[in-house]
Nanobody, 117 residues
């Protein structure tokens, strides 16, 4: 069993930056794919970013060039650096982990990101 603990959400002005962290328990982090979904009430859940166990990232078109996903296996942690934030980035962000690149086995508790002036 893997527990994911998220941190780093909050309130930021448009154009600002936040970094989300997703720390995993256990000793299988290096073989897990990681990523973040976001969800806003009334909208469909959106896959924001994904990183394979080998470190290859993919992004939603809506965040390309602004968000960067990374991982530090020695820290059992994945990061989502969010720059040039827009009000439409406001959402609850949930990290996930999967034993394969096309599956989700574990979820974080979620963290709220609010972009507003």
């Amino acid at each position: 069993q893997v527990e994911l603990v998220e941190s780093g959400g909050g309130l930021v002005q448009p154009g600002g930056s936040l970094r989300l962290s997703c720390a995993a328990s256990g000793n299988i982090f290096s073989i897990l794919a990681m990523g973040w979904y976001r969800h806003t009430l009334g909208k469909q859940r959106e896959l924001v970013a994904h990183i394979t166990s080998g470190g290859t990232p993919t992004y939603a078109d809506s965040v390309k060039g602004r968000f960067t996903i990374s991982r530090v296996n020695a820290e059992n942690t994945a990061y989502l650096q969010m720059n040039s934030l827009k009000p439409e980035d406001t959402a609850d962000y949930f990290c996930y982990a999967g034993r394969g690149n096309s599956q989700i086995d574990f979820w974080g508790q979620g963290t709220q990101v609010t972009v507003s002036s």
